[in-house]
């Protein structure tokens, strides 16, 4: 029988990293490694990697007009990738999964910019394919969020939530 496991992935070896950086307090020390990857990678690169990237970068991105693009080329990328793809890097992923969370992020960042109406619409495209998502703490996470966001947007709410990746 072939061996199945995927190849290291050197590049998301490098995204792993600048993460923990950025969740052990030093977000400007993981943006300035995704900046790089980001360059390295391209804006044609591979998609897989663009998404994550983009997505990650997003979370240490203090402007949030600078935040807002980096959601939407992590979610352009996304559109652009396959489930081929995202299991090459791991057996349990699915790009459908990644979704949910690139409208949640994307809702979100423009409800904290006062466009309301395009924060409802993402968050929307966000409920619609939260059934993808697992019953773990992950899904949980983004479910709550997801209320969180929505009710915001109702409440026409612009500040930053306590819970948010950039928070």
Known sequence: MADVTPAPDPVMQRVTEAVTRGHEGDPEAAR???LTLWEEVGDGGDAFHRCVIAHYLADVT????EELVWDERALAAAHE?????ARSY????????FFPSLHL???DVLRRLGRFDEA????????ARIDVLPH???????RESLEGVQAMIAARDRTARASAPHA
Do not use: F, K, V, W
């Not at 791991?90 to 999964?97: E, N, R, T, V």
């Not at 409802?120 to 409920?127: D, L, N, Q, V």
């Not at 773990?136 to 983004?142: C, N, R, S």
């Open 32 to 34: 300035a490694q995704l």
């Open 62 to 65: 203090p402007e949030t007009e």
């Open 81 to 85: 990738t396959t489930d081929e793809r």
């Open 90 to 97: 791991h057996a349990s992923l699915a790009i459908a999964g």
């Open 105 to 107: 992020n994307l809702a």
């Open 120 to 127: 409802s619409r993402h968050a929307e495209h966000a409920a």
């Open 136 to 142: 773990d703490g992950y899904g949980t996470t983004i």
